[in-house]
Every structure is written in C-alpha cells, then in structure tokens.
C-alpha cells in the first residue's frame, strides 16, 4: 500500500516562497518515481515536477522551471518541493504522487492535497 503524507501549503503574498513536503515509506520512494501536481478551481490537474529518487532525475513543468525545485531527504524519505517567487497563478491544491515512471500523467497514487494561496 503507497501512503502520501502531505504537509506545507498555505497563504503567502506573491513573490514570497513555501516548502511543500511529502512523506512516503523507503520502499515507496525506490520504487516510484515521485512528483507534485496542482489543480486549480474549474481546471485540470496538471504536472508540476517530478524525480527519480535514485539518480536525482528531474523534469519540471514549464510554468514553474527556475522558480520551483523538487529535492528529497534520503534519511527521511521525504519529497519536498520549494517554491520560490510564487504568483497568484500558483494558487491551486497541491498533491504529491507516485508512479511507476517519471512521465507528466496524472496517473498512480495520490496524497491528500495540500492548498497554497498566493495573495496579489
């Protein structure tokens, strides 16, 4: 059984930055490829970034590339993604995910969401 336990979101105005943070069992981390959605009121729920826990593999969406990065703790098998320079744009639910590979598919297993508001 794959558990994702999220935690982090929140409000901020923009231009300021909030960690998000997903924890997953060792096994969970080496076997899926880990990654961060959002999904905002009315739309669909779309990739953000993502990683391959052995080998530190990274793709990240456009929208977020230079502003957003997914890094992990190995001792704490925890996923976090920094987001720095947020926008109002970025205000959606977040949800981290597991898959068996590292592809911009909303497909696998999925933790709770997590809401970060970003204020004008």
């Known amino acids: 059984q794959v558990q994702l336990i999220e935690s982090g979101g929140g409000l901020v105005q923009a231009g300021g930055s909030l960690r998000l943070s997903c924890a997953a069992s060792r096994r969970t981390v080496s076997s899926y490829a880990m990654r961060w959605f959002r999904q905002a009121p009315g739309k669909e729920r779309d990739f953000v970034a993502g990683m391959i826990w052995s080998g530190g593999t990274t793709d990240y969406a456009d929208s977020v590339k230079g502003r957003f990065t997914i890094t992990r703790d190995n001792a704490k098998t925890t996923v976090y993604l920094q987001m720095n320079s947020l926008k109002p744009e970025d205000t959606a639910v977040y949800y981290c995910?597991?898959?068996?590979?590292?592809?911009?598919?909303?497909?696998?297993?999925w933790g709770q969401g997590t809401q970060v508001t970003v204020s004008s």
């Open positions: 995910n597991a898959d068996s590979m590292l592809t911009r598919t909303p497909r696998g297993y």
